[in-house]
């Protein structure tokens, strides 16, 4: 192959990911050629921190000579076509910033199979290795990966597009007293070879594809649902969801089948970055929603949810994020309204409604951040995945949904889901699918394209209220009224009814009402890590230092990524405190994925 300049191997990119792709963050050309079956073999070497084998892809070929897959730090050592392993050229283009190289291999018009033998490099940013420090147990190593937005490719390479969907087998090779799991068909024992093999019949976007390998035990929650998680999690984590299977059963009568057989969830290391993944088949989540008291499970919900909004119906391209993550929160909060009832959403909707308005003060009100359908050409893809997502996506399908009512829109997403399981959707495929289904039939007039391409949150918005927080209010008055702690009605609140106080509390608090507070409620030392994580964002603002040893520990432990920015932007805000942010992240760094300190390295200033 010609070997091209970098300049004009950027612009022949650029203008072929215009002319035959619509998703601006993948190299792949699905029109000429698209992976339909992955065929995964690959070693964990935890000594070199290093994954290495092959990929080798069933391909749906429209005549071309050339198959293009996304890579990013990859080496990539050889390629081979067909069954009998034809050894063909190669190249690897230019590497761009987030996207990676494209890997473009020369095929014949009738190839229906590439191998491609590589192995991850020192920044897989999927990849998470932990220490045995790093863990629950402290024995073992641990992996992880998180392929969400545009990681995959820095473990595998792949076409890495979300529109593109595949199914795969995988041989995944650890080492012998750590098991692996995946977004696939599981083990749910060790074995003596160290060999685990998985299956995902369904086929998935690559941003599904998911490893976890550890000192990892599972234990059943009900027939088709159960835990994975070190030893001395386990047994707290099977008591935390113990609902599980609950929520599958609401799940399925409010919009079908569910169609990937198991629902599992494995907890992970604290530095996993995001509360929760939705990989098939087995959640990823943080162990920070493991409060002991079962309070923090919409997000289980939230990752089942998924498994039709995002993994059955997907996001074309990242553009269209708030098709994933607004139905999700949506429908998560209809599988929490049938287990839980209608008052404790309504405080869950407050709670999204307050982080919707914050998003909106951070980004401006005119941000076109704040779009629903996003405009992330030339940009990293994480950096458009905001609240606005969810909670402007939500807030706009309840907004339709208290037009319709309830029983019309049930059955409009019931047959929206049917339709379109399996696919990708655009922004503009459902909104055209939403008028013809929904609002012209039912001759209704909405300001949809405000809701969707225009900023902020429309006047129309069913904004929600909630009885038990009007409660809690009522105590943060009197307390601000000069109250005691000890006369103000908390008895029986929820952890959510004291993240609203917590969170209500003003900035301009003495440190002596501060102190009242945390011997009253004991909110320092809380063990829940939502309360925990609020308190420390007031006592930032208050300058209630006494809180600040805890907090750093806090900050070295938990890598969520959620918890992390409001903390270190909160102390960023004063010389004094930006230097107490720099010295905790410099101890805290090593434990975070890149996925948090990509966000943290900017926000405080560091060169990476
Ligand atoms: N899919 C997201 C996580 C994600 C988003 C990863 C964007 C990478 C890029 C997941 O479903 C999610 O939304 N997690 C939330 C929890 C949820 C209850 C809102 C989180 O991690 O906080
Ligand atoms: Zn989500």
């Known amino acids: ?98 996207l990676g190289s494209p890997l473009k291999v020369d095929i014949k018009e009738n190839t229906k199979r590439v191998n491609i033998y590589y192995s991850t490099g020192k920044e897989a940013h999927a990849l998470q290795w932990l220490n045995p420090q790093q863990t629950a147990d402290k024995k073992h190593p641990f992996l992880f990966t998180q392929g969400q937005a545009i990681l995959t490719r820095t473990w595998i390479p792949v ?78 984590a099977v008591y935390e969801f113990a609902d599980m299977g609950k929520m599958l059963d609401a799940a399925e009568k409010l919009y079908g089948k569910y169609q990937w057989e198991r629902y599992d969830v494995i907890v992970l290391p604290p530095s996993f970055p995001f509360g929760g993944m939705e990989n098939p088949r087995l959640t990823f989540a943080t162990p920070t929603i493991l409060a002991g008291d079962r309070s923090l499970t919409s997000l289980v919900a939230h990752e089942l949810a998924h498994s039709w909004s995002g993994n059955l119906v997907t996001n074309a391209t990242w553009d269209d994020f708030w098709m994933n993550e607004g139905f999700t929160v949506y429908f998560e909060k209809r599988i929490m309204e049938a287990l839980y009832g209608e008052d404790y959403v309504d405080m869950l ?13 951070d980004l401006g009100e005119e941000s076109e951040d704040t779009h629903l359908k996003l405009n992330l050409a ?71 394209d405000e809701w969707v391409y225009g900023p902020g949150v429309p006047a129309n918005a069913h904004a929600p209220v909630s009885e038990r927080f009007e ?16 006369e103000l009605e908390t008895e029986g609140w929820t952890t959510h009814e004291w993240l609203h106080f917590v969170r209500n509390l003003p900035d301009n608090l003495t440190i002596d009402d501060m102190a009242k507070l945390d011997e009253a409620f004991g909110l320092t030392n809380s063990g829940n890590s939502e309360i925990a994580a609020a308190w420390f964002e007031k006592s930032i ?4 230092e006494v809180a600040y040893p805890k907090m750093e520990e806090f900050l070295i432990k938990v890598g969520r990524r959620k918890f992390l920015v409001p903390l270190y932007k909160g102390l960023a805000k004063t010389e004094e405190g930006k230097k107490l942010a720099k010295e905790i992240y410099s101890k805290a760094r090593t434990n975070y994925h890149a996925v948090s300190t990509n966000t943290l390295d900017a926000l405080l200033g560091i060169e990476s």
Do not use: W
């Open 1 to 98: 192959m010609a070997v091209v300049s970098c300049q004009s191997l950027q612009e022949e990119t650029h203008n072929d990911i215009q002319a035959m792709s619509k998703d601006q963050h993948s190299f792949a050309k699905p029109q000429k050629v698209v992976i339909k079956h992955l065929d995964l073999n690959i070693e964990v070497d935890f000594e070199k921190k290093s994954i290495s084998g092959n990929a080798s892809y069933d391909i749906q070929n429209n005549g071309s000579n050339e198959v293009v897959f996304d890579t990013r730090g990859l080496n990539i050592e050889g390629v081979t076509i067909g069954e009998g392993e034809q050894e063909t050229s190669f190249e690897l283009g230019e590497a761009r910033e987030f």
């Open 159 to 236: 076409q890495d597009s979300p529109g593109i969907r595949f199914t795969y087998n995988a041989k995944v090779k650890v080492p012998k007293e750590l098991m692996a799991v995946m977004s696939a068909s599981n083990p749910q024992a060790k074995n003596e070879t160290g060999v685990y093999e998985f299956e995902m019949k369904q086929p998935i976007p690559a941003y599904l594809l998911a490893l976890s390998v550890g000192d990892i035990v599972f234990k059943p929650v009900d027939e088709r649902t159960g835990v994975y998680a070190e030893p001395s999690v386990i047994d707290g």
């Open 349 to 361: 909707s407050v709670l999204g409604f307050q982080d919707l308005q914050g998003e909106i003060d």
């Open 378 to 448: 030339g940009r990293d893809p994480d950096d458009g995945m905001t609240n606005i997502a969810y909670e402007k996506g939500t807030l706009f399908l309840e907004t339709i949904e208290a037009q319709v009512g309830r029983e019309k829109f049930d059955v409009f997403l019931n047959k929206y889901f049917e339709t379109n399981a399996f696919k990708t959707i655009t922004t503009e495929t459902f909104l055209e699918y939403l008028d013809n289904e929904l609002l012209q039939p039912n001759q209704i007039n909405m300001n949809v």
């Open 471 to 486: 409660k809690v209010e009522v105590s943060i008055n009197r307390f601000l009224a000069n109250y005691n702690p000890s």
């Open 541 to 544: 603002n208050n300058n209630y």
